[in-house]
């Protein structure tokens, strides 16, 4: 008796056992899944770095973002659409800066070092700057279209976080990947107002503040949302065709723009490749010094006054 009262007990334990240990896997399985797809939400909203490859110079990259410079680094590198961190920018930038100080030291004469290095501070911030309007750009050449399908999904009954997101699928990138990001950023909580708002901080452009403006306008009263994205979708069509002739108009005053100062600097390969060690003679003595600081001066003055001369606002 006593025996198969033992028996019954083990045997009764023995399922227990197996229940909670089917139950912790369960558990545990349902959890690894839910973090994994906030990891992703979070990835594709920038609160995160992104775990597609690799990253390098993690510990800077940390430190780097808790600094102001770090957090308008990111930003700016979050409107540019590159898989890079601040981190790894920021040592790719210095490491530039290095190379073209030794070269300019090198090739033309040791007071050039620094001033290369500054010049390549500035085509690094230059890139950033190219990349990020190339994106804007694209970006708004994709604002009718997306401004339609918003129209459609709303009079179809949808609601504007549903619409977003459907948005986000059927565009391409960056409409389709700024789309997603807001989409991501409304599925773990954030409001409609700051989703939008980040997306306007990424993407600078009057185009995009209207249309936000009026997604955050019906969303918060109310209203006929549906006619007025058709008729902004109408707006956008024409500014967009108005845009692309300016551009095309004002493209030669651009390369002109960049062509000043590479003359600057081609002129001192020149004149270093004439009568070798000249610019080093040159630069010996304080005068020199300073007239080359003035007439990189000068150079600089002429790209950005050709450049803020030839700006139109569309």
Known sequence: ??????????????????????????????????????????????????????????????????????????????????????????????????????????????????????????AALQFLNWQRQK????????????????????????????????????LEAPAGEELAKVANQLAVGASMDDALGELTDRLPSRELVVLVTTLVLSNRAGGQVVSALRNLTETLEERKETRREVRTQLSQVNMTSYAVPVLGVGSLFLMNGVKDGALERMTGSPVGQIAVIVAFGLYAVGFFLIRRLSRIDV
């Open 1 to 122: 008796m006593e025996l198969q009262n033992l028996i019954t007990l083990t045997t009764g334990i023995t399922l227990l056992t197996c229940v909670l240990a089917v139950v912790g896997v369960h558990s545990y399985a349902m959890g690894r899944a839910q973090r994994q797809a906030l990891v992703d939400r979070l990835s594709a909203t920038g609160q995160i770095p992104v775990v597609g490859r690799r990253r390098h110079f993690i510990a800077l990259d940390r430190r780097l973002r808790r600094t102001r410079l770090g957090r308008k680094l990111e930003l700016r590198l979050a409107a540019t659409g590159l898989d890079v961190t601040p981190g790894e920018f920021f040592v790719y930038m210095l490491a530039t800066v290095a190379g073209l100080w030794l070269i300019g030291q090198a090739t033309l004469a040791p007071f050039f070092g620094p001033l290369a290095g500054l010049l390549g501070i500035w």
């Open 135 to 170: 994106r804007i750009e694209k970006f708004i050449n994709q604002l009718p279209e997306l401004a339609r399908i918003l129209a459609n999904a709303t009079q179809a009954g949808l609601a504007l976080r549903t619409a977003i997101g459907m948005a986000a699928e059927e």
